[in-house]
C-alpha cells in the first residue's frame, strides 16, 4: 500500500508548525523569507482546529472515493496515478467550488486571490524523492506520520501492547497531564 | 447544581455587537484557537537566533533547547520575564507619580498637595520631622526618600521596602537573598540573566522572580500608592454605580480608562469646570465615567460611576454612546482606536509611550496638565456635537456599588465600634469562627471566563463559606456589576456566620445597614492596601503575614501585571489561586516548586483551578489550613 | 450482453467508464443527440465570456470512445422505448431507426424551459444557456449585440448576465418573483446578491414577469416585461430547466417530474435504468425529488453502472448543493431553508447562515465566504444533533475537529 499521512491527535500541541511549513512549501522558493515575499502569499492547506482538550491538524484525506472528483465538471480535480494524492490541476480549475461544497471534511477551500480551489496534495515534490510531506516533517512532536497502513498499524499495536505492560511509550509528566485537561476547559 | 449563565451585562453587551454585524475578542479568540501547546506550557524559547526552540512535551521529539536549556530553565525563563514585564510596569507608575509630585512641589505642574495625613504618617514611618514645617517640606523629604532608591548603586537596603514592609518577613527576604537595592537594577539584572547564555538553573531563576516581585510590591504598588494618596488624598468610603448602564445618552459621555490617576484627577477637575460648554452644546452635562483601574482610582477617591472593566472596553463603545475614551497606561487593547471608528468617539491616547495606530494623540504631562484636559474635553464636546440626535443603545444596568475602602478608611468604620482597638471587632469575630478568613480576590477580567462568571461564582462561593473578600482592579468591577459591593449583597450571599458580624458592625458604625461583604480596595496597584491591611492584622495578632487564614485569587489572570503581584503575595506568604494556568506545566520542577514545594521557602504555594466552585472549595481548605496553624477550630 | 446509453454527458460517461471497467468485453452504445463528444456544460458561462477556452470543455480525449470500445450514435434523438422488445427506436418519422439493448441506461439530462410567450421560440437572437450549441449561437451574434435580455435569475441567469457583462453587453435580468435566485436562497441573501449585480451594471428588476419578445425576422427588439418594453439584440432565456419524459410516454417506464427510480437508480421496468438530471428519486433527507446538477450525475450514474452489471451499490440520495459566484463571490446554499430557527454570522460583508430543525441542520446560506460548506452539508446529511455546539458552529475556526472522537485523556504520571 502506498503511504499516507496519519495523525495521533493525542499528540498535537497545536503548535501551527504544520501551518507555516505547508504554506512555505507551496510557496515559490520554498524559504520562509520566500513565502513571505511571494504575492499573493502562498496558502497553507492544513488548518490546525479545536478538538475539545485535543487539537487536530485538518487537511484533505485523500479519500479513496473522493466526493471532490466526482463533483468536479472541469475534470480538475484529479487523482495522482502514482501517489494516489488528490490535487488540483490548476490550469483546468474554474473556480467553480463544486469541490468546496461536497467535502464532507471541509479539506477543500476557496482560494479567493487565485480563484482556484485549494487543497492538500500530499506534497509530491518532497515524496518523490522521499522525504515526508512537509507538514509532517515540521511537527515537533510526531503527531502527524507519513506511513503505510500496515505501519500504523504496527505503531498502534506497539502502543497498545506497552500500555497493557504498564510502560507508556509517551511518558507524560503530571503536570503536561494537567494542561491537557485544562484545555478542554478555557 | 444550577447551571452559570453569562452575566447579563456580557450578554446584552454581545448582543449590541452582534446587532452591529462587530466582531468582538470573542470572535479573536474563537478565530485563535486552538492556542499553541508550546506556549501555553511555556516550552518555547526566542530568546537568542539558534532558535526558537521547542520542547516537546511527549517525549519523542527535542528535550532541550539547542543550547541544552532544559524545559524547567525554560519555563522559569519565560516565566522570569513576564514577571520583568509586570514589575517593570508599576515601577514606571510609580516613577511617574513621584515627578508629578515634584513638579507639582516646584510649582511646575498644576497639581495641589491633597493627602497632608498620609504624609505626616509616613514621615513618622521614615523618620521625617514634621513639627513646625510646612506640608511640602515633608512631602519634598519623603520624596527625596523615594527617589533616592532610583539612584542608587550602594546595594543598601531599598528605603521603601525596608520601612514600609513588615519586619519579620523582611528577615525571611534577607535570608533568601530577596531583599533589593534599587528597583532598575533589579529590573536590569533579571532581563540580563535571562537573556542567551546566562542563569539556567530553574531554582536560581525562580528566587529571582520572588525578588523581582517583592520590588513590585513595595516599589511599585506600595510606592504608587503612598505618592497617589499624598496627592490626590486617601481614598474614603463613597457610593457609586457600576455598569454600562451608567452612561447617559443626552449628556457628554467621557469615558476614563488605564491606570493612572496623574491624567483622569486632571479631566475629572476640568469637566466639572467646563460643563456649561456641554450644556451649551445640547448635553445634559459632562458624564465622566470610569474604566478599568484609572476606574476605580476615580471611584476610590470622587465616587466617579464604574462603567467597564478591561475585557469590556471595547464593547462599551459599541454602544455609540461613549463621546471620548481617553486613555492613559496598561491593558489598552489597540482594538479600541478601530471600534471607536465606526462611531463618534474620540478614541484619545495621551502616554507618549502608548501610541495606537488611528488613535488620536494628545500628548499629557503634568506641566500642561491643565491645556490637556481642556483639549481632552472640548474633543469629547465636539464628538457629541457630531453624535447628538443619532440612536445609541446603552443597556440599562447599573448596581449600587460602596467603595472607597482603604485602609483608613476601614480602620475609620471600625473604630467606631471599638475606638481605642479598632481592628479587635474582626480579630475576635475570626477567632470564634464567624470569619472563616480573607480572600483578596483581584486581577483582571478575561473573556475566557467571563462567560461562565467565573469571578462572581467564585466569590459567593467564599461568601456563602464565610469568607470575607477584599477586592481591587477589574474584578472589583465585576464583584460591582454583580452587585456584591453592597450591604445587601450580605443578606444575599453570605453564610449565617459573616452575615451577623457583618450587620453588627454596619450597625455599630452608624451605617443603619450591614458592611458589603465585598470591600472596594480600588485599582490593581491599591493590592498595596491589602497587603497593608494583612500587615496590620498580623502586626495586631503579633504573627507573621503568612500565617494569617487569608488566601490570594487572581481567577481571570490576563496581564504580566498579575503574575509580579501573584509573587510578592507568594513572597509575603500568602497562597494564591490563579487560573487560567501560569505557562510553566511544560516544565515539571518549576511546577513542583511552585505548586508545592514553596511552601517549605515562604509557606505560600500557588493553586491552579478553572472552575470557580471548585477555588472557592480550595481557597475555604487552605484557609482551614492556616487557622488550625493559628491553634483556631 | 450490449448496453445503450441515452445521453453523452457527465452521468453517461460516469456509467460507461464503471461498465467498462468492470466488464471489458460486453458492448456499449452511447446515443446522444448533440453531434459533439462529451463535454462539460458548466462553464458554458465562462467559454462565452473567453476565461475558459473551448478545448477546456471537452473532459476526456478525443481517443475516449475508442480506448473504451465505446460505440457512438450522435446527433441522433432516442424518440422511444420498446420495452417488451427491448428496443430503443432512434430518429423520427421515414429516418427512424431501432436499437436492440440488453440493458438501457437513460441519461439524458434536462432541457431549458421555454416559456409559451409570443415571440420565444421564433425570433432571431432568443438563446437558452444550456448546450455547447446554445453558447455558440450567442458567441456568433455577440458582435451585433450591445444591449441584452435575460430571462430568469438562477443561477444559470445570473452566469450568462456577468459573462455578457465582461463582452461589454449593458444586461437587464428580468426575474417575476420578488428577488433573485428564488431557489436557493431567501430575501436577505438574495438582496446582497442583488446589490452586487447591480455594482457591476447589472439592471436587475424583479416582479417583472417576461411577456413578450418584440421583433421579426432580422432579429430581437426588446422584451416586453412588467409592460415595459426593454431593447436588446439579445436574449437569453434561463427560465429554468426540467427532465424531458414526453419521448418515454408509452413505454410503460414511470415518470412524474422526471424519471422515477429506487436507490439502485432502476426504474419500474427490468432491465432500464436513468441517472442524472433526467431522474426523480430520494435525496439525502428522503425527500423525492428533482435536483440537478454535476455531482448527482456522476455519482447517479456510477451507481447505475455498477447495478447494471450486478454489482449491488446503493445510492445515499441527491445533494441538494447549489453555488454560484456572483462577479467572482462565491454565494452557495444547500438543504432547505424551512427550519426552526436560524443561526447567522455577519462579518466583512459575509454572511452565513444555517437553518435548524430539531437541533439538527436542515439546510444553509452562504453570501461571500463558502468554505466548510461540504461540513456542514454533511452534518445534515449525517443527521448530526449539534444543540450542544451550536454557538461554535457559525464561529470562526471551527472545523471537522470539533467533531473527531476524542482520545481519554492522559493519566497523570508522577512528575
Ligand atoms: C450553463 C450551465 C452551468 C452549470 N453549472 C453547474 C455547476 O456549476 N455545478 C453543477 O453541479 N452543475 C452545473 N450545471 C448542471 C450540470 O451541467 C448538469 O446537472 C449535468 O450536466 C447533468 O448531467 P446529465 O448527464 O444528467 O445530463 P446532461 O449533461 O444534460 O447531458 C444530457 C445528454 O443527453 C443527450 N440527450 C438529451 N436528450 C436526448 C435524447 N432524447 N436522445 C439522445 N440524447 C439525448 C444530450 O445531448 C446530452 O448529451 C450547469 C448547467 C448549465 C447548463
Ligand atoms: S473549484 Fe476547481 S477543482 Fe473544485 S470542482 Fe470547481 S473546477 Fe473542480
Redesign the interface.
Known amino acids: 500500500m502506498e503511504k499516507s499521512i496519519f495523525t495521533f491527535?493525542?499528540?498535537?500541541?497545536?503548535?501551527?508548525g504544520c501551518e507555516i511549513a505547508c504554506a512555505v512549501e507551496h510557496s515559490s522558493d520554498k524559504t520562509l523569507f520566500g513565502a513571505l515575499a511571494d504575492n499573493p502569499r502562498p496558502r497553507q492547506r492544513v488548518?490546525?482546529?479545536?478538538?475539545?482538550?485535543?487539537?487536530?491538524p485538518?487537511r484533505c484525506q485523500h479519500c479513496q472515493e473522493a466526493?471532490c472528483i466526482?463533483?468536479?465538471?472541469?475534470?480538475a480535480m484529479t487523482r495522482d496515478p502514482d501517489t494516489h494524492a488528490v490535487y488540483v490541476d490548476s490550469h483546468?480549475c474554474?473556480?467553480?467550488?463544486?469541490c468546496?461544497?461536497?467535502?464532507?471534511?471541509?479539506?477543500?477551500?476557496?482560494d479567493?486571490v487565485a480563484?482556484k480551489a485549494h487543497k492538500c496534495d500530499r506534497c509530491p515534490e518532497r515524496t518523490a524523492v522521499g522525504l515526508d510531506p512537509a507538514c509532517v516533517a515540521a511537527c515537533?512532536?510526531?503527531a502527524m506520520v507519513f506511513a503505510t497502513p500496515e505501519e500504523i498499524a504496527e505503531l498502534r499495536r506497539q502502543a497498545t501492547a506497552a500500555a497493557a505492560a504498564g510502560i507508556?511509550t509517551?511518558?507524560?509528566?503530571?503536570?503536561?497531564?494537567?494542561?491537557?485537561?485544562?484545555?478542554?476547559?478555557? | 447544581m444550577k447551571p452559570i449563565e453569562i452575566p447579563i451585562v456580557e450578554k446584552s453587551l454581545l448582543a449590541i455587537a452582534k446587532s452591529r454585524d462587530m466582531g468582538t475578542a470573542r470572535d479573536r479568540l474563537a478565530a485563535m484557537?486552538?492556542?499553541?501547546?508550546?506556549?501555553?506550557?511555556g516550552t518555547?524559547c526566542r530568546t537568542c537566533y539558534m532558535g526558537p526552540c521547542?520542547i516537546?512535551?511527549?517525549?519523542?521529539?527535542?528535550k532541550e533547547g539547542i543550547c541544552g536549556l532544559s524545559a524547567d530553565a525554560m519555563v522559569a525563563r519565560n516565566l522570569l520575564r513576564e514577571t520583568v514585564g509586570g514589575t517593570a510596569s508599576h515601577v514606571g507608575h510609580a516613577r511617574h507619580v513621584l515627578l508629578t509630585v515634584r513638579d507639582a512641589l516646584d510649582g511646575k505642574a498644576p497639581y495641589q498637595i491633597k493627602g497632608e495625613a498620609k504624609a505626616l504618617t509616613l514621615a513618622k514611618l521614615f523618620g521625617v520631622a514634621t513639627e513646625g514645617r510646612a506640608a511640602a517640606d515633608v512631602v519634598r523629604d519623603l520624596l527625596n526618600i523615594a527617589l533616592q532608591d532610583f539612584g542608587r548603586q550602594d546595594e543598601q537596603p531599598n528605603n521603601w521596602v525596608s520601612k514600609r514592609a513588615p519586619a519579620a518577613e523582611q528577615e525571611l527576604w534577607k535570608r533568601l537573598g530577596l531583599m533589593y537595592s534599587n528597583p532598575h537594577n533589579e529590573i536590569e539584572m533579571a532581563m540580563h540573566a535571562t537573556s542567551m547564555g546566562n542563569d539556567a538553573d530553574p531554582v536560581s531563576m525562580l528566587m529571582r522572580l520572588l525578588k523581582v516581585s517583592l520590588v513590585d510590591g513595595w516599589t511599585g504598588l506600595t510606592l504608587t500608592v503612598d505618592f497617589q494618596d499624598i496627592l490626590f488624598g486617601t481614598p474614603e468610603v463613597t457610593v457609586t454605580e457600576a455598569a454600562v448602564g451608567v452612561l447617559e445618552k443626552d449628556s457628554v459621555n467621557i469615558a476614563a480608562h488605564g491606570h493612572n490617576p496623574v491624567l483622569s484627577e486632571k479631566i475629572l477637575e476640568w469637566a466639572g469646570k467646563l460643563d456649561a460648554e456641554a450644556v451649551a452644546a445640547g448635553a445634559e452635562r459632562i458624564n465622566v465615567v470610569g474604566v478599568c483601574c484609572t476606574g476605580n482610582e476615580l471611584s476610590m477617591r470622587h465616587g466617579v460611576k464604574l462603567a467597564a472593566h478591561n475585557s469590556q472596553t471595547e464593547l462599551i463603545l459599541t454602544t455609540g454612546a461613549v463621546d471620548a475614551m481617553v486613555v492613559d497606561i496598561q491593558c489598552i487593547w489597540p482594538q479600541l482606536a478601530q471600534v471607536a471608528k465606526c462611531f463618534d468617539t474620540a478614541f484619545i491616547t495621551t502616554d507618549d509611550m502608548v501610541r495606537i495606530p488611528d488613535a488620536r494623540h494628545i500628548g499629557f504631562h503634568p506641566e500642561h496638565a491643565d491645556e490637556s484636559a481642556q483639549e481632552i474635553i472640548r474633543a469629547a464636546i465636539d464628538s457629541f456635537k457630531r453624535r447628538r440626535g443619532k440612536p445609541v443603545d446603552i443597556p440599562q444596568h447599573k448596581t449600587t456599588a460602596v467603595a472607597g475602602l482603604s485602609v483608613e478608611s476601614i480602620v475609620d468604620i471600625l473604630s467606631k465600634v471599638d475606638a481605642a482597638d479598632p481592628l479587635k471587632p474582626v480579630i475576635d469575630n475570626v477567632a470564634n469562627g464567624n470569619i472563616h478568613g480573607f480572600a483578596g480576590v483581584v486581577g483582571c477580567s478575561s473573556i475566557?471566563?467571563r462567560d461562565k462568571a467565573m469571578t462572581e461564582e467564585m466569590v459567593k462561593a467564599l461568601l456563602k463559606q464565610n469568607v470575607l473578600v477584599v477586592t481591587t482592579g477589574c474584578t472589583a468591577h465585576i464583584c460591582g456589576q454583580a452587585g456584591l459591593l453592597t450591604g445587601a449583597a450580605t443578606d444575599l450571599y453570605c453564610g449565617d456566620g459573616l452575615k451577623a458580624v457583618l450587620t453588627a458592625l454596619g450597625n455599630a458604625a452608624g451605617l443603619g445597614g450591614p458592611l458589603p461583604p465585598v470591600w472596594h480596595m480600588g485599582a490593581c496597584v491599591d493590592n498595596s492596601r491589602i497587603v497593608d491591611l494583612l500587615g496590620a492584622v498580623a502586626g495586631r495578632l503579633g504573627v507573621k503575614v503568612g500565617q494569617l487564614p487569608a488566601v490570594g485569587s487572581a481567577p481571570e489572570l490576563v496581564q504580566e501585571k498579575a503574575i509580579s503581584i501573584g509573587g510578592s503575595f507568594l513572597a509575603l506568604g500568602v497562597s494564591c489561586h490563579i487560573?487560567?494556568?501560569p505557562r510553566?506545566?511544560?516544565?515539571?520542577l518549576v511546577?513542583?516548586i511552585l505548586t508545592e514545594d514553596l511552601q517549605g521557602i515562604t509557606g505560600a504555594i500557588v493553586h491552579?483551578e478553572?472552575?470557580a466552585q471548585k477555588a472557592a472549595d480550595w481557597m475555604v481548605a487552605h484557609i482551614a489550613e492556616k487557622r488550625a496553624g493559628l491553634g483556631l477550630k | 450482453m450490449r448496453i445503450v446509453i441515452v445521453g453523452n454527458g457527465?452521468a453517461a460517461v460516469?456509467a460507461a467508464e464503471t461498465i467498462r471497467d468492470l466488464d471489458g468485453g460486453c458492448g456499449i452504445v452511447m446515443v446522444s443527440q448533440e453531434s459533439v463528444p462529451f463535454y462539460?456544460p458548466?462553464?458554458l458561462a465562462?467559454y462565452v465570456e473567453a476565461?475558459?477556452p473551448r478545448a477546456?470543455l471537452f473532459?476526456r480525449p478525443e481517443s475516449f470512445y475508442r480506448d473504451l470500445g465505446i460505440e457512438t450514435r450522435f446527433g441522433l434523438a432516442a424518440t422511444a422505448v420498446d420495452s417488451a422488445a427491448r428496443k430503443l427506436t432512434l430518429g423520427s418519422g421515414a429516418a427512424a431507426t431501432q436499437l436492440e439493448y440488453d440493458r438501457l441506461l437513460i441519461a439524458a439530462g434536462a432541457r431549458a424551459v421555454m416559456p409559451p410567450l409570443p415571440g420565444l421560440a421564433d425570433t432571431p437572437g432568443v438563446f437558452a444557456l444550456k448546450t455547447l450549441a446554445d453558447a455558440e449561437g450567442i458567441l456568433a451574434r455577440l458582435a451585433q449585440v450591445r444591449r441584452a435580455v435575460v430571462i430568469g435569475s438562477g443561477f444559470i441567469g445570473l452566469e450568462a448576465a456577468q459573462a455578457l457583462v465582461r463582452k461589454g453587453v449593458a444586461v437587464t435580468v428580468i426575474e417575476a418573483m420578488g428577488q433573485v435566485l428564488p431557489q436557493m436562497l431567501d430575501a436577505e441573501l438574495a438582496a446582497l446578491v442583488e446589490s452586487r449585480l447591480r455594482e457591476h451594471g447589472v439592471d436587475v428588476r424583479t416582479n417583472s414577469a417576461a411577456q413578450a419578445v418584440l421583433g421579426g425576422a432580422a432579429g430581437v427588439a426588446a422584451v416586453k416585461a412588467g409592460g415595459v418594453d426593454i431593447p436588446c439584440e439579445l436574449v437569453v432565456c434561463a427560465a429554468g430547466v426540467r427532465p424531458d419524459v414526453a419521448w418515454l410516454a408509452g413505454s410503460g417506464i414511470a415518470t412524474a417530474a422526471g424519471v422515477l427510480v429506487d436507490d439502485r437508480m432502476a426504474t419500474n421496468l427490468p432491465g432500464i435504468y436513468a441517472a442524472g438530471d433526467i431522474v426523480e428519486t430520494n435525496d439525502s433527507l428522503g425527500q423525492r425529488r428533482v435536483i440537478g446538477?454535476?455531482?448527482n450525475a456522476?455519482?447517479g450514474g456510477?451507481i447505475a453502472g455498477l447495478n447494471m452489471m450486478g454489482v449491488e451499490r446503493r445510492y445515499r440520495g441527491l445533494?441538494g448543493?447549489n453555488?454560484v459566484?456572483i462577479f467572482?463571490l462565491?454565494v452557495?446554499s444547500?438543504g432547505g431553508r424551512d427550519g426552526e430557527r436560524s443561526l447567522c454570522r455577519k462579518e466583512g460583508g459575509h454572511m452565513r447562515k444555517l437553518a435548524l430543525r430539531n437541533g439538527r441542520i436542515v439546510g444553509g446560506q452562504f453570501y461571500g465566504?463558502?468554505?466548510?460548506?461540504?461540513?456542514y452539508?454533511?452534518l445534515m446529511?449525517k443527521g448530526v444533533d449539534v444543540g450542544s455546539f451550536e454557538d461554535e458552529l457559525l464561529a470562526p475556526?471551527?472545523?471537522?475537529?470539533?467533531l473527531?472522537p476524542?482520545?481519554p485523556?492522559?493519566?497523570?504520571?508522577?512528575?
Open positions: 491527535i493525542e499528540k498535537c500541541v497545536a503548535c501551527k488548518r490546525v482546529e479545536a478538538a475539545g482538550a485535543y487539537s487536530y485538518a466526493a466526482a463533483a468536479c465538471p472541469m475534470g483546468k474554474v473556480g467553480c467550488w463544486m468546496v461544497m461536497v467535502c464532507p471534511f471541509g479539506g477543500v477551500s476557496a479567493p480563484k515537533p512532536t510526531k507508556a509517551t511518558p507524560v509528566a503530571s503536570s503536561v497531564a494537567a494542561w491537557r485537561t485544562m484545555k478542554g476547559g478555557a | 484557537k486552538p492556542q499553541c501547546g508550546f506556549g501555553e506550557l518555547c521547542r516537546d512535551p511527549f517525549g519523542d521529539g527535542p475566557k471566563f487560573a487560567p494556568a510553566v506545566l511544560g516544565g515539571p511546577t513542583k491552579v478553572l472552575e | 457527465p460516469a462539460s458548466c462553464p465562462e476565461s475558459v477546456h473532459l446538477n454535476w455531482p456522476v455519482n456510477r445533494d448543493i453555488v459566484r467572482d462565491p452557495s444547500f465566504d463558502v468554505n466548510g460548506t461540504g461540513l452539508h454533511e446529511n475556526g471551527f472545523g471537522i475537529g470539533r473527531m476524542q482520545p485523556l492522559p493519566l497523570r504520571r508522577a512528575a
